[in-house]
């Protein structure tokens, strides 16, 4: 079991919806990750916020916006994506920013793009 | 830039024999290392970790790693695999001192367990 909740496991979406992603952590971790990962590539890094500000944008186009309403939540929030940003998207945590600090995955939401 | 190689790609061991998957990274100091293990459908467990001390570091499920600072390797070993262990495994790095830094993964090995 992951102390990382994604939802939903899976969406479908068409290019002119509007969807968002949730996240949830309990463990009072104060960073949490967004990571887009295609098939057997390793994770790419999104965003990363600490203490619920965004810190790291890793010039990801604005069709993706990230929200983190509070320490334990983060959004990411979907806009007229491209058949490209099909790929897993994975949550992560971890108590601090700092290169020493694991971070904790959750299992991803499979997004398909129409 | 520091960088992180994973050698092979695919790596096939017959269920019970030894296993030993390879990392190597590049970086002028010792870094923060990981090892994390992605089942299909699912996100990433972190395995183990290195940060400092004993080189040989034990994790979850039998995994160990051993730290060698002078091949700048990161290998990852158990002695005995299950067919419960195939999975795709990635190791990472983290940079110390400098603040926040992004993991650095590797491309991943994705091993194969046969009966």
């Known amino acids: 079991d992951t102390e990382v909740t994604q939802t939903p496991k899976h969406l479908v979406m068409g290019m002119t919806n509007k969807k968002s992603l949730k996240c949830e952590q309990h463990m009072g971790h104060r960073a949490m990750y967004w990571y887009k990962q295609k098939a057997k590539k390793p994770p790419e890094l999104m965003f990363v916020y600490s203490y619920e500000k965004l810190s790291i944008n890793e010039s990801v186009p604005s069709r993706f916006s990230p929200e983190c309403p509070n320490s334990s939540l983060l959004n990411l929030h979907l806009h007229a994506l491209q058949p490209e940003d099909s790929a897993l998207y994975l949550c992560?945590?971890?108590?601090?920013?700092?290169?020493?600090?694991?971070?904790?995955f959750g299992d991803g939401t499979r997004l398909s793009i129409l | 830039a520091q960088s992180v190689t994973q050698p092979d790609i695919h790596i096939t061991v017959s269920e019970g024999a030894s296993l030993e998957l390879r990392c190597n990274y590049s970086?002028?100091?010792?870094?923060?290392l990981f090892w994390y293990v992605q089942s299909p459908g699912q996100g990433l467990q972190l395995l183990l970790k290195?940060?400092?001390?004993?080189?040989l570091v034990q994790g979850i499920k039998g995994f160990e790693a051993e730290f060698k600072r002078s091949q700048s390797s990161f290998n990852l070993r158990k002695p005995s695999v299950h067919w419960s262990d195939a999975a795709e495994y990635f190791c990472?790095?983290?940079?110390?001192?400098?603040?926040?830094?992004?993991?650095?993964f590797g491309t991943g090995t994705r091993l194969l367990v046969s009966p």
């Open positions: 990472a790095v983290g940079r110390p001192n400098t603040g926040f830094q992004k993991l650095v």
């Open positions: 970086y002028g100091a010792t870094p923060y």
């Open positions: 290195y940060f400092s001390g004993d080189t």
């Open positions: 992560a945590s971890s108590q601090a920013t700092g290169g020493n600090q694991p971070q904790h």
